[in-house]
């Protein structure tokens, strides 16, 4: 079975930073893009952003973009999100999910291209 969890949430003032990790397990993810999503209460899942399976490739929602940053390990099958300058807007539930998708360097930002989710770990960052 896949399993994704997501760890690093938690409290900042704006202007902190936090780096959210992603690890899997059950399966090799070297073939897996990995996207990032984030809900705030009351409003839509939003995406963040993605990499593919190489980690050569990247993809970063503008809101975001000079901010946040995605990378990973394969041969540790884990995933990070590193979230700079944050700002009160950025407070949601972050989501990792992941699409099996061999070789190809293809971005995903749809909810619906993933397979497989996390739990979600809450950032809140305070003004």
């Known amino acids: 079975q896949v399993q994704l969890v997501e760890s690093g949430g938690g409290l900042v003032q704006a202007g902190g930073s936090l780096r959210l990790s992603c690890a899997a397990s059950g399966h090799t993810f070297s073939n897996y893009a990995i996207g990032w999503f984030r809900q705030a209460p009351g409003t839509e899942r939003e995406f963040v952003a993605t990499i593919n399976w190489s980690g050569r490739g990247t993809y970063i929602a503008d809101s975001v973009k000079d901010r946040f940053t995605i990378s990973r390990d394969n041969a540790k099958n884990i995933q990070y999100l590193q979230m700079n300058s944050l700002k009160p807007e950025d407070t949601a539930v972050y989501y990792c999910?992941?699409?099996?998708?061999?070789?190809?360097?293809?971005?995903?930002?749809?909810?619906?291209?993933?397979?497989?989710w996390g739990q979600g770990t809450q950032v809140t960052v305070s003004s």
């Open positions: 999910a992941a699409r099996y998708t061999g070789y190809s360097g293809a971005f995903y930002l749809g909810q619906s291209d993933y397979s497989y």
